[in-house]
């Protein structure tokens, strides 16, 4: 075993870790970045940490506003940085500020469409029990009866798992209040959506 291996971070050494998000997420890139597959001096790993609030951010990135005047940071390019994404995960916000709007609207439009499909996902944490289906959800922040017709204006579908737990938990009940929103709903994007929409309209 090379010494570069070697000097791979013990995972013990976390144990008496000051407990707090910034600390795991540390922890996580300090044990991956030390896998000999990534130890490549080709290989890496680069994070960018925004903040602010996140509509207004997911604006920014998607208008180039965000890395417009940013400079070089340690040879890294900011204005390099991609701005569309594989991979979107707005945990509950959407929740607090407009619920499913808040996810087309700004989340969508920052999906990946070319090439294999990308995935935007979202959930319901303080408003959970109001929702008894999916679908009364979806209606009152788009004024969209289905995830049908959401499909045909955004060229965004419910991926597989998320329609199975849509389809078993539609219409129960758990101390009077829905549970459909309790699993984080995930919609898909990509070349294989953009053509069944195009094939449905040639009907």
Known sequence: MSSRVSSRPDPQNYAQCSPG??????????LVGGMPSLMR????????????EM????????YG??????KHIRGLDPRKFPDRYDGID??????????ALT???????LLRVQGASSRIRSYALRNLTVW???DRFLAEYLLLADSRRIKS???????ERSVHFEQFLSGQLIGGGGCVMVEGFEWERGASVVESRSNAGKH
């Open 55 to 62: 509509t207004g951010t997911l604006e920014s990135l998607r």
């Open 41 to 52: 001096e080709e290989s890496q790993i680069v994070i960018e940490v925004v903040l602010g």
């Open 65 to 70: 506003l965000i890395r417009e005047n940013q």
């Open 90 to 99: 707005l945990s509950n916000i959407p929740d607090y500020v407009g619920g």
């Open 153 to 159: 204006h955004f060229r965004t579908a419910l991926k």
């Open 21 to 30: 998000v910034l600390s795991y997420v540390a922890t996580f890139f300090d």
């Open 103 to 109: 996810t087309f609207l700004h989340g969508v439009p």
């Open 132 to 134: 008894v289906t999916h």
